[in-house]
């Protein structure tokens, strides 16, 4: 089941200088940094009341955020949303004709089972589905 926005991903060139610029925009620290090696993307977060803004960028040249910055430019790259059962979900998304990027859910930043919907159908927007890692183990 789909549930609330969980992040918003912001795909940037330089991580350190859009690090810097959105510390300042929000006026706090980035709570969280990782590099995730499955999507081979580094990620810097900041938790802006339940939604986290995540600053992406590509850590080799054939990550999908390379390809994206290089054909569209730095900006909103996806909406990701809080969803228990991922798995469960993408069958029956698949179901009713949406094309899917993850056939089954993948590691993600923060721990969490994800995988994407294609933006040829939904409406141009990369949507990510994302389960928290505590109730994948609830399972
Ligand atoms: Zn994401």
Do not use: W, Y
């Amino acid at each position: 089941m789909i549930q609330g926005v969980n992040h918003i991903g912001i795909a940037v060139r330089d991580l350190s200088a859009s690090k810097a610029l959105f510390e300042k925009i929000f006026q706090v620290q980035h709570f969280h940094e990782e590099v995730v090696d499955e999507q081979k993307v580094a990620i810097a977060s900041f938790k802006q009341g339940d939604v986290l803004i995540e600053l992406t960028a590509a850590t080799h040249d054939d990550s999908p955020i390379a390809k994206f910055i290089e054909k569209r430019g730095e900006g909103i790259h996806h909406i990701a949303f809080t969803t228990q059962g991922v798995n469960e979900e993408l069958k029956r998304l698949s179901g009713e004709g949406v094309q899917l990027i993850n056939a089954h859910g993948v590691p993600g930043a923060h721990d969490m089972l994800i995988a994407f919907l294609h933006p040829k159908s939904t409406n141009g927007v990369l949507m990510e589905l994302c389960e928290p890692a505590q109730s994948t183990s609830d399972v």
